[in-house]
């Protein structure tokens, strides 16, 4: 018979091994960023910036789902590093702009064998990891958007 608390157990929770797998996985990540002097927040900011070169702030947080009180500290220790520039619009000064310099751009080379590096640790085949990605997109789809939303979001992801 099912006990009232059941609910309550740590082993009926999805919650806790996704966190107990994002926090090795980013300690997994930690030796191959130290490397390159970036934590993986500022990681994962980077790979946005080698993608898009230039966003506005508001769309780095969008695609990171980072708020602007996270992002803000962020993108300035990733511009003490010298990895990208800040500028406010001319039009409206509420807009600021972030773009990779050239030494950010240098940063993506050395970058390149850091996924390589991290698949060889976590043992998941292609299938199993592909998977995997698009059941992860579809629960952040839904708590983030919604379950109609997050249908539109699991179907842009699988066509990636």
Known sequence: MA?????????????FPLYVCAKEIVKAYKPYLDELNLTYTQYITMMVMWEYRELRVKEVGEKLFLDSSTLTPLLKK???????TRRRSETDERDVFVTITDAGEALKEKALTVPARLAACVELEPRKAAELYRTLYQIIGTLTCGPDQAEA????????
């Open 3 to 15: 006990d009232l608390y059941d609910p309550l157990k740590l082993e009926n929770q999805i919650c």
């Open 78 to 84: 990733l511009e003490g590093k010298g990895y990208v």
């Open 153 to 160: 979001l699991a179907a842009e992801v699988v066509r990636k």
